[in-house]
């Protein structure tokens, strides 16, 4: 069984102090992710990685970065917390297609993070 | 601009009925599709997935149909459970690509 983990569930943090979000995975995946999930707006990339120290921006990536200096874990950073970074984080991670692996992601449990 | 959407944003049916969630895209490069399932406080779950050269995937009670022409696809549970209330999720991938896609989910709540 895959597992994704979390380093925390619930997090309240204060504007502008820097938050760091921590995920593993277990499973040798290549691709890691990191989401953000408000309602309405389903699920939305913030940056994703393809390989160690590598990474690429998703479609929301001002105000956040990542690190991936091993295989298994993949960090999001949030360098100066505002109130508009409250929301649900979600980390996945997924096998490269071209190496057997399907396009399936396999998600954590995710985080829920409120900035005051 | 959102490249996939839900546009309806919940369900509510009757335990024992069919559920039919429904998914528009725009992006005509996407040729992988997945429906995921989430929970409240749990991260989304994979269900069903769909490749471009189908146009029906049947796994249990879960049944997914594509339409390239209309670039639609909708997910059908039959017969639903009260399990099922959840927020589901449709979500599009490129030939070649890793990244997912996702619209902005709807919400089913299944009646006794």
């Known amino acids: 069984d895959v597992k994704v983990t979390q380093s925390s569930r619930y997090l309240v943090k204060r504007t502008g102090e820097k938050v760091f979000l921590e995920c593993v995975q277990d499973?040798?995946?290549?691709?890691m992710f990191w989401y953000r999930q408000d309602p309405g707006l389903g699920l939305r990339l913030i940056y994703f990685s393809y390989d160690v120290k590598m990474k690429e921006k998703g479609d929301i990536p001002e105000g956040y970065s990542v690190s991936r200096e091993k295989k298994e874990r993949f960090s999001l950073i949030l360098e100066s917390a505002s109130t508009n970074q409250t929301s649900m984080y979600l980390c996945a991670s997924s096998l490269n297609p071209g190496t057997g692996g399907s396009y399936e992601q396999y998600f954590g449990p995710g985080t829920r993070l409120t900035v005051t | 601009d959102q490249q996939v959407k839900q546009n309806s944003p919940s369900l509510s049916v009757q335990e024992g009925r069919i559920s039919i969630l429904n998914c528009d895209y725009t992006n005509s490069m996407f040729d992988y599709f997945l429906w995921y399932k989430k929970y409240p406080a749990e991260g989304p779950t994979f269900l069903i997935s769909i490749s471009s050269i189908k146009d029906k995937n049947e796994d249990g009670r879960f049944t997914v149909f594509l339409n390239k022409s209309a670039k639609h696809l909708s997910l059908h549970i039959v017969p639903s459970q009260p399990g099922d209330s959840a927020v589901y999720f449709c979500?599009?991938?490129?030939?070649?690509?890793?990244?997912?896609?996702f619209g902005g989910g709807t919400r089913v709540l299944v009646k006794p």
């Open positions: 979500a599009a991938e490129k030939a070649a690509g890793n990244k997912l896609t």
């Open positions: 499973m040798d995946h290549e691709n």
